[in-house]
T-cell receptor, first 115, second 114 residues
Framework: NAGVMQNPRHLVRRRGQEARLRCSPM?????VYWYRQLPEEGLKFMVY????????ESGMPKERFSAEFPKEGPSILRIQQVVRGDSAAYFC?????????????FGPGTRLTVL | AQSVTQLGSHVSVSEGALVLLRCNYS??????LFWYVQYPNQGLQLLLK????ATLVKGINGFEAEFKKSETSFHLTKPSAHMSDAAEYFC????????????WGAGTKLIIKP
């Protein structure tokens, strides 16, 4: 039973380029969460999606960031016109349900470096 | 807003010694509580979770944590540290409202001395 998959594991972009981060949840999981980890900090919630729906994007910057979780295929976190401050590790997690006791399972993360 | 405080960004213990990593949360209503471990350049792995059943929770790799409502704490312990325990440990809470979010502490790096 494969875990949460994220790719690429490392991504280097120059300022102004676009970054696309992909996340495939665990089999049977329809809830996906994205978190960002800045250097020397804990994780910060960005967005929560179910299939084809954004449920809560309150943690996502209003500009340049978007997320989707289509009916088929992985969830995508897209960052347009990247800036140096976007350099971070981006983690995706998935869960079977979305209640308080359910466990979120994390992928290995994508480490984005903006030059 | 809820917050999580992990005391000590780095904790160093000798191999075989007791491990104690501290976590305090701010909430008038006890939330659900989690400890995750992150090995270098890897994702996060769940160590254990408290979901209002027993206050002493046993996890993987010999770790356990005790929920103390009066102290708003959920400290992580292991009786005897191994070299393989060297990693970063994160405490997280899930509020009873907004129950899909995890709110994270800043993490504690555990260093094991031979």
């Amino acid at each position: 039973n494969a875990g949460v998959m994220q790719n690429p594991r490392h991504l280097v972009r120059r300022r102004g380029q676009e970054a696309r981060l992909r996340c495939s949840p665990m089999k049977g999981h329809s809830h996906v969460y994205w978190y960002r980890q800045l250097p020397e900090e804990g994780l910060k919630f960005m967005v929560y999606l179910q299939k084809e729906n954004i449920i809560d994007e309150s943690g996502m910057p209003k500009e340049r960031f978007s997320a989707e979780f289509p009916k088929e295929g992985p969830s995508i976190l897209r960052i347009q016109q990247v800036v140096r401050g976007d350099s971070a590790a981006y983690f995706c997690a998935s869960s079977k349900v979305a209640d308080s006791t359910d466990t979120q399972y994390f992928g290995p993360g994508t480490r984005l470096t903006v030059l | 807003a809820q917050s999580v405080t992990q005391l000590g960004s780095h904790v160093s213990v000798s191999e075989g010694a007791l491990v104690l990593l501290r976590c305090n949360y701010s909430s008038s209503v006890p939330p659900y509580l989690f400890w995750y471990v992150q090995y270098p350049n890897q994702g996060l792995q769940l160590l254990l979770k408290y979901t209002s059943a027993a206050t002493l929770v046993k996890g993987i790799n010999g770790f356990e944590a005790e929920f103390k409502k009066s102290e708003t704490s959920f400290h992580l312990t292991k009786p005897s540290a191994h070299m393989s325990d060297a990693a970063e440990y994160f405490c997280a809470v899930r509020p009873l409202t907004l129950n899909y979010q995890l709110i994270w502490g800043a993490g504690t790096k555990l260093i094991i001395k031979p």
